[in-house]
């Protein structure tokens, strides 16, 4: 028979599991129940719109099978079954279950951190197992396959004889040592504790043999008696009571339903009546999943009618700024056998949305006010996502999400909301002042900077380069009006200054000019700054186009032939030295002016973070001057 290979990702998470990272071998149960409930879900969807299937409810279960002797542990599930080709593909590649992007990096956090985000699955057998067997026979056909693996080395599929449809899987124990008693999961008090323990809410029966010992009157034993006990309640956890369930019972369904192996930030359960009636519950991962901005990432919650699962997952239940949440909703008022273009209009579907958006909000807004700490490090996972949000939707959803943002500032090591901003700002500030940058130290070091904190006035740090954009769009907040610190009428002089400056550049007016002409289009502008400090030049802004904005749309691959250009000004600060002598070279060496003007504009554009058009004639020209 034909040794297949697995494919080179799941060889090395199957590495992984058998060398396993994890001490919680014993999820190995969990995830292979979890995976047989599935597979009847799927059969018993069927069920209900397709009358040929001929099972009733109470005709599936899952069995669980300990066998001493042959030291294998067997689960059986009378669920859809995998085709040869299911088996091939299900359990041959890991890239079946969600896409496993491998880092270069593999070094074992990192790849733990992977493993957790998307959940160990049907590898977590490796961990028990010297050598699994898979049998599995698909709903409607009639050749059954077994699939068998002992790890690494890969498997074989062959034809075998199964009369009925599903899926067993057979686990041949590996051997005892001295750390690891692998024997313990054929107890079954061990099998029925673990079952209660991860999978109890499973909505089909999990059923397994027990023995009673029987004693005759004198206390000797007689016979032994088996039966078939079920094991689990079979209530689905967001049908509980919620004084009843613990943050641990949360915690396993969340780690067994979403296969994140981190346990969740936060966990949302209710319960709504009225316009629309269903239970949700929402859970905040406590990680970022290592493809959450990228394109592979697809958000949306499982949607269940009168328990019954009727989609993986609902994207029209989830903004996108909200994507990060994870979760279920189960509604009576959704027909089962909807289709996935009828939910997309679905009223009801809409109502439950709305509804969600605000109890989303509401928690999130509760956590910032209660757990600032939490909530600060779920908005270094998440918060991003926000400005995203009001940006790509021109500012629509403002008003939900313009409370949940933080953002650093020149008041202090620790985030603030604009809120927070408001309330310090000082009599008379007309606005909030924001500064951007690639870091919060490149940021303090801008030449603009100083003035702004000279005169008292916080500044918000924008180091995200969607910051300036969403803030564009947000326009005010609360009716303070946004202001960068390279705005060209930053307007923080008084109006005496004024008055000095307005002389000072109304003298130096030919000099501007010709400074002007020397850079060419390069500038709009060159001019007296109103906003330096001890700084001899910075660039400004004129247009509605920041120099920061312009960097980032140039960055952009998509925008590569089709650069914009911000309206800039050069700046000069009159009370710097450089501006006396840049006033004596006009009178007597206006090609040194020239030099001296490019120069400056270059040291402009350096300091802005904005690369230069030609270094090579920039470093001939200070190398010029130098000799
Ligand atoms: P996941 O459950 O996250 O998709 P797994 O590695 O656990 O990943 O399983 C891979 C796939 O194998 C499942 O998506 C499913 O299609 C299939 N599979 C696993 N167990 C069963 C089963 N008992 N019956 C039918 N299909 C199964």
């Known amino acids: 028979m034909e040794q297949k290979q697995f494919k080179a990702e799941s060889k090395r998470l199957l590495e992984m599991m058998i060398n396993s990272i994890y001490t919680h071998k014993e999820i190995f149960l969990r995830e292979l129940i979890s995976n047989a409930s599935d597979a009847i879900d799927k059969l018993y969807f069927k069920s209900l719109t397709d009358t040929s299937v001929g099972m009733s409810r109470d005709d599936f279960e899952i069995f669980i099978d300990a066998d001493k002797d042959a030291k294998t542990l067997t689960i059986r599930d009378n669920g859809i079954g995998m085709t040869k080709e299911e088996l091939e593909n299900n359990l041959g590649t890991i890239a079946q279950s969600g896409s496993l992007a491998f880092k270069t990096n593999n070094e074992l956090g990192e790849d733990s951190q992977i493993i957790g985000q998307f959940g160990v699955g049907f590898y977590s057998a490796f961990m028990v197992a010297k050598e699994v067997t898979v049998r599995s026979k698909a709903f409607g056909s009639d050749e059954a396959f077994e699939w068998k693996s002992e790890g690494v080395d890969g498997y074989t599929i062959d034809s075998c004889d199964k009369p009925d449809h599903g899926t067993e899987i057979i686990l041949a124990l590996k051997d005892d040592t001295d750390d690891e008693k692998y024997s313990k999961y054929l107890d079954q008090y061990q099998i029925q504790s673990l079952v209660k323990k991860y999978s109890d809410y499973i909505r089909f029966p999990i059923k397994t043999e027990v023995e009673h010992q029987h004693y005759d009157d004198e206390g000797n034993p007689t016979e032994m008696h088996k039966e078939i006990k079920t094991i689990n309640s079979m209530v689905p956890l967001w049908k509980k009571n919620k004084s009843e369930l613990k943050d641990d019972d949360y915690n396993s369904f969340y780690a067994d339903k979403f296969g994140d192996y981190f346990p969740p930030a936060a966990h949302i359960h209710t319960h709504n009546e009225g316009v629309a009636t269903y239970d949700a519950l929402l859970f905040i991962p406590s990680k970022t999943p290592f493809d959450y901005y990228s394109k592979d990432f697809e958000k ?12 993986e997952r609902c994207e029209d239940l989830l903004p996108d700024y909200f994507s990060f949440v994870k979760g279920l909703v189960d509604s009576e008022d959704l027909s089962l056998n909807i289709s996935r273009e009828m939910l997309q209009q679905d009223k ?24 600032r700490e939490k909530y600060e490090e779920f ?25 949940l943002l933080l953002f650093n500032s020149s008041f202090g090591d620790k985030k603030t909301t604009l809120e927070e901003y408001v309330s310090r700002m000082k009599e008379g500030q007309e606005y909030i002042y924001y500064a ?20 008292g006035y916080e500044m918000l740090y924008f180091t995200d380069e969607v910051d300036e954009f969403a803030i564009k769009v947000l326009i005010d907040y609360n009716g303070k009006k946004f202001k960068s610190i390279t705005d060209s009428d930053l307007d923080l002089e008084t109006p005496e200054e004024k008055e000095e400056s307005k002389k000072q550049s109304e003298d130096s007016k030919d000099m501007f000019g010709f400074m002007k002409d020397a850079l060419g289009d390069k500038v709009k502008e060159v001019r007296l700054s109103s906003r330096l400090k001890s700084a001899p030049v910075c660039l400004s802004s004129n247009g509605p186009l920041s120099l920061d904005m312009e960097k980032v749309l140039n960055s952009m691959p998509q925008n590569a032939d089709k650069q914009v250009k911000a ?46 058009d030609d270094p090579v ?11």
């Open 436 to 455: 951007c940058g690639d870091s919060v130290k490149r940021i303090e070091s801008l030449p603009a900077a100083e003035l702004v904190k000279d005169k």
């Open 379 to 403: 908005y270094s996972n998440f918060g991003l996502q926000f400005k995203f949000g009001i940006y790509q939707s021109y500012g629509a959803n403002r008003d939900i999400l313009k409370d």
């Open 617 to 627: 004639e920039l470093s001939n020209m200070i190398c010029d001057l130098m000799i």
């Open 300 to 311: 949306g919650l499982q949607l269940y009618s009168s328990g019954v699962m009727i989609m």
């Open 567 to 612: 309206e800039k000004a050069l700046e000069i600060n009159g009370s710097h030295p450089i501006f006396s002598k840049l006033k004596s070279l006009y009178d007597s060496d206006k090609d040194m002016l020239a030099k001296y003007t490019k120069l400056l504009y270059n040291q402009a554009l350096l300091i802005e973070g904005i690369s230069i």
């Open 348 to 371: 009801q579907v809409k109502i439950i949305a709305k509804t969600l958006e605000k109890t989303i909000k509401n928690e999130l807004s509760k956590m910032l006010k209660n757990e």
